[in-house]
Every structure is written in structure tokens, then in C-alpha cells.
């Protein structure tokens, strides 16, 4: 599997944005999948997680209430719903696939399968 994802942009602080991952030949039904961002001199920070079949989610604490991940069944994708975005969600988002815990979605080095990551840029 090689993922990849989309739906990056500029957003004003307050806006919202939902990023896609996907892969072009595989469903991703069957893939724990995360969320990273990664701020220019600092390392890649995890976000968020989904595990297969149950759909069990973990959160960082700083995107709680504001980031939703979730699975499309029918496009067999993972999106990352993203609300009230703040000027310091700005960065490289990328999606990857890795066991999901609340411990391991935090490592980057845990997962694997990263694509090119979608600029999200929150401004005024």
C-alpha cells in the first residue's frame, strides 16, 4: 500500500478543512491508519489514529474536539475532518498506516507507507 494525501489548502483561523487519504489500487478497510504533521523544524507529530474494523480512535490532546478521523466505506477511504483550525495546525499533514494505540499513533517511526503529505496553511 502507498498512500497519499489530500485536500490541504489555505484556510483562515476558525475555518475548516478535511483531508483524504486513500490509495489508488487497495482499500484502506483493512489499515490502521493515522494522521501526522510535521511544522518545519520540529519532527513529525502525531495526531491521530483509526484501527481497522472496530474503528477505534486516539487523539492528541491539542486537536481534540477539533479533528475527527474517520472511514468512507463506500471509497474505502480515511479522512481527517479539521474545525476550528488555529494558526499552529499550519504544517505538512500525512497519513500512514501502523498499529494503532493510544501509545504507538504518537511514534512515526511505528509507520510506514508515507506518500507526499498536503500543505495546510491556516492564516488571516
Known amino acids: 500500500v502507498q498512500l497519499q494525501a489530500s485536500g490541504g489548502g489555505l484556510v483562515q483561523p476558525g475555518g475548516s478543512l478535511r483531508l483524504t487519504c486513500s490509495d489508488s489500487r487497495f482499500s484502506l478497510d483493512d489499515y490502521n491508519i493515522a494522521w501526522f504533521r510535521r511544522v518545519p523544524g520540529k519532527e513529525r507529530e502525531g495526531l491521530t489514529c483509526?484501527?481497522?474494523?472496530?474503528?477505534?480512535?486516539y487523539y492528541v490532546d491539542s486537536v481534540k474536539g477539533r479533528f475527527t478521523i474517520s472511514r468512507d466505506g463506500t471509497k474505502k477511504t480515511v479522512y481527517l475532518q479539521m474545525t476550528n483550525l488555529k494558526t499552529e495546525d499550519t504544517g505538512v499533514y500525512y497519513c500512514a498506516t501502523g498499529p494503532c494505540t493510544s501509545y504507538t499513533f504518537r511514534r512515526p517511526s511505528q509507520y510506514r507507507a508515507w506518500g507526499q503529505g498536503t500543505q495546510v496553511t491556516v492564516s488571516s
Open positions: 483509526i484501527s481497522s474494523g472496530v474503528g477505534t480512535t
